[in-house]
């Protein structure tokens, strides 16, 4: 095998690091939902109101994962892109060497606002108190 197919080959593998991920992401958003109109049916059932306020610890829980899950992703893509500029010529799949100060988006505070998951988890928890304050949970 020559040094250009191996690059192919780690590239690849690269791929589907970030492919399963991606995946994993896309699971936590249906879990998050899911979740959280359980919690806000078995509280519309006449049970303790404020038992709908449980619905933000599985929310913030995955919202962190996600975004966990969304620095992992952007620290495959800045691999990918050294493999691409042949700084990497080895099968290296190792990110920890791979700096947040280098790259600004790959911090976890910035991976957590970012628009995919701010946008997402923030339209939830603003739904989570609409329907807090409608099933009057703050009386």
């Known amino acids: 095998m020559d040094k250009e197919d191996?690059?192919?080959?780690?590239?690849?593998?690269?791929e589907t690091v970030i492919e399963?991920?991606?995946?994993?992401s896309f699971q936590l958003k249906g879990w998050s939902v899911t979740l959280v109109s359980i919690i806000?049916?078995?509280?519309?059932?006449?049970s303790?109101?404020?038992?709908f306020l449980l619905a933000f610890i599985p929310l913030l829980a995955f919202w962190m994962l996600d975004a966990f899950y969304l620095q992992i992703e952007r620290k495959y893509?800045?691999?990918y892109k050294q493999v691409l500029d042949d700084k990497i010529t080895?099968?290296?799949m190792d990110i920890h060497d791979i700096n947040t100060n280098?790259?600004?988006?790959?911090?976890?505070l910035r991976c957590m606002f970012a628009q995919v998951e701010g946008w997402f988890y923030l339209?939830?928890?603003?739904?989570?108190?609409t329907l807090a304050i409608l099933i009057g949970v703050f009386h």
């Open 6 to 14: 191996k690059k192919i080959k780690h590239l690849e593998m690269i």
């Open 20 to 24: 399963r991920i991606g995946n994993n």
């Open 40 to 46: 806000g049916a078995l509280s519309a059932q006449g």
């Open 48 to 51: 303790e109101k404020k038992f």
């Open 77 to 79: 893509r800045v691999l």
């Open 90 to 92: 080895t099968f290296d």
């Open 102 to 108: 280098d790259d600004k988006n790959i911090g976890f």
């Open 123 to 129: 339209s939830i928890i603003g739904v989570v108190m």
